[in-house]
Structure formats: C-alpha cells, structure tokens
T-cell receptor
Framework: EAEVAQSPRYKITEKSQAVAFWCDPISGHATLYWYRQILGQGPELLVQFQDESVVDDSQLPKDRFSAERLKGVDSTLKIQPAELGDSAMYLC??????????????FGNGTRLTVT | RKEVEQDPGPFNVPEGATVAFNCTYSNSASQSFFWYRQDCRKEPKLLMSVYSSGNEDGRFTAQLNRASQYISLLIRDSKLSDSATYLCVVNRPQGNSGYALNFGKGTSLLVTP
C-alpha cells in the first residue's frame, strides 16, 4: 500500500532555533495537509495545499511558520524561531482530491518535535 | 463552540463488551463524516466512513443523524486490540476551494481482559 513519507521521525531542538519537516504524499494525490497534534488533543489543521497552491492557512502562525509545496508534490514545513509551545506531533496527510467532499486522508508517521 | 465535540473518556470495558461513542458537530453544511483510529504515539488511520443510512463493517457500526448533527460508533464484542483513541472527523466546506477535515479530540478506549 502506498504511504505518505515524512522525515525526520523525531526532532529535538532548542528554542529560538529553526526546524524543518519534509513530506512526500502518495503519488498522484493533489491535496496535501499539515496538521499539528498536541498530546491529548485531536489533530489541528495548519495548512492545506491543492497542488502547489495554499487553500487554507488560517490557523498557521505566520510570524514563525511557513510551508511550501513548490512543484505540487512534496512539501516542507518550517518553524523559525521554535518556541517551547511548538512541541507536538506534526502530521502530514494527503488525499486524491480535497475538492471531493468524500475524500479521506492518508497520514504519514509524523514528526515528533520536542523544543527544549 | 468547537466544531467537533467528543467525550474524551476514558472508556474502560471488559473484553466482549459493547461500547458506543458519540460525537456532535456544529457546521450544518458538513457533508462527509469519518471515524479514525489512533494508537498511542502513532498516526491516525481511517476506520470507516459514515454514511447517511448508517453502515457496518464487521463488529463496527456507524450512524449519522443529520437533524441532530450527531454521529455514533458502536463496537460489538470488544477485543483487546480495539484499545486506542477514536477520532470523530467532519468535513468543512472552504468556499470554492474544497473541504478541510476537522478532528475531534478523540475518545480513549481501553479494553481489559
């Protein structure tokens, strides 16, 4: 079964440092999502791409977070500078086409970030 | 009010028991509904979609009540391996851009011997 690839699996960084996460969606999936999940909470959408375009980044803290999907395939999420409150699991997901209302998500393994 | 609300539990049940989880959603324009399962420190995985007429997959039954904006998941004959967090997921229209999926906080289930 095709998978969403994410790296790294774990990242420990000091506050004020920069950190980046990478995601490669399932081949052919047009829609890519970055979610953040704090322990004990459900995943919260940070940004959603349709091909290379951002369609929703309303919950992305734009003063420190940025995301890109330049060629409409893989994507990078960056945090600069990292803060203690950013410690969480960062999940990437993809779907064949998010414009289809019945399109479920396929998640990658996630990147667990710890900011010290 | 949160867009998707679930009782966080935990639900502790013995093997073989039947257990039900409920979920309410606030956006009446939502059109698709899912239950995801998440094991500890793992990614969420799709358990089943929820259809208007209700649907069943083995020991799992999902129901949707659009009038009350309410979704349920019933697990019969619980197994130890059913222990996990169950996430209720509801889509949200984004104008002309498609749909986003909103997740509840999850309901924790522990099945004991």
């Amino acid at each position: 079964e095709a998978e969403v690839a994410q790296s790294p699996r774990y990242k420990i960084t000091e506050k004020s440092q920069a950190v980046a996460f990478w995601c490669d969606p399932i081949s052919g999936h047009a829609t890519l999502y970055w979610y953040r999940q704090i322990l004990g909470q459900g995943p919260e959408l940070l940004v959603q791409f349709q091909d290379e375009s951002v369609v929703d980044d309303s919950q992305l803290p734009k003063d420190r977070f940025s995301a890109e999907r330049l060629k409409g395939v893989d994507s990078t999420l960056k945090i600069q500078p990292a803060e203690l409150g950013d410690s969480a699991m960062y999940l990437c997901a993809s779907s064949p086409d998010g414009r289809n209302y019945n399109s479920p998500l396929h998640f990658g393994n996630g990147t667990r970030l710890t900011v010290t | 009010r949160k867009e998707v609300e679930q009782d966080p539990g935990p639900f502790n049940v013995p093997e073989g028991a039947t257990v039900a989880f409920n979920c309410t959603y606030s956006n009446s324009a939502s059109q698709s509904f899912f239950w995801y399962r998440q094991d500890c420190r793992k990614e969420p995985k799709l358990l089943m979609s929820v259809y208007s007429s209700g649907n069943e997959d083995g020991r799992f039954t999902a129901q949707l009540n659009r009038a009350s904006q309410y979704i349920s998941l019933l697990i019969r004959d619980s197994k130890l391996s059913d222990s996990a967090t169950y996430l209720c997921v509801v889509n949200r229209p984004q104008g002309n851009s498609g749909y986003a999926l909103n997740f509840g906080k999850g309901t924790s289930l522990l099945v004991t011997p």
